[in-house]
């Protein structure tokens, strides 16, 4: 159980596209749902926090109108890469907090989509 | 403010040798800490988590870690390495269950030589 899927894996795009990369928690409901972002050999640093049905909460510096989240339901939460640019290829990883009390406190990671914008 | 520091970008062990992988964390309240396991272009996997409870914690692949509150540390080990273990460690710290924002380490990459 607890697993997170995201889509697609790996993309590439021109840059000034917009890239809509999608988490989902498969089996079980997440009400929040966390965005990272990490460069290679690097570690994961935390973008954005997202709760279901409200505004996401942006780290300092990143930039809200670049990166759109959207946690439309409890299990599928969407980041929006706007007017992409070679500096915004990266890896990006989404993961899932549980709202079972039993396991509360416990993020589950996806496997991760690779951007290269070109 | 939550933080955590990993001596050792690479470590490199031999098959069947222990490993030892250490981690610190600065925090202002009593923290929850994690191990988390990345193979390459993957996400992550919770190999174990530290929640105040017992503070020698075992988890999966026959990892565990101890809390030393006194040292501040969250060391990681298992008796004896094999070659599935070789990826990057990242040790994770959290304020609390209710706000579940993770701060990582910068990692540690491990290496099993045959």
Known sequence: GAVVSQHPSWVICKSGTSVKIECRSLDFQATTMFWYRQFPKQSLMLMATSNEGSKATYEQGVEKDKFLINHASLTLSTLTVTSAHPEDSSFYICSAREGVAVRVGTQYFGPGTRLTVL | ?114
């Open chain 2, 1 to 114: 403010a939550q933080s955590v520091t990993q001596l050792g970008s690479h470590v490199s062990v031999s098959e069947g040798a222990l490993v030892l992988l250490r981690c610190n964390y600065s925090s202002s309240v009593p923290p929850y800490l994690f191990w988390y396991v990345q193979y390459p272009n993957q996400g992550l996997q919770l190999l174990l988590k530290y929640t105040s409870a017992a503070t020698l914690v075992k988890g999966i692949n026959g990892f565990e870690a101890e809390f030393k509150k006194s040292e501040t540390s969250f060391h990681l080990t298992k008796p004896s390495a094999h070659m599935s273990d070789a990826a990057e460690y990242f040790c994770a710290v959290s304020a609390n269950f209710g706000n579940e924002k993770l701060t990582f380490g910068t990692g540690t990459r491990l290496t099993i030589i045959p």
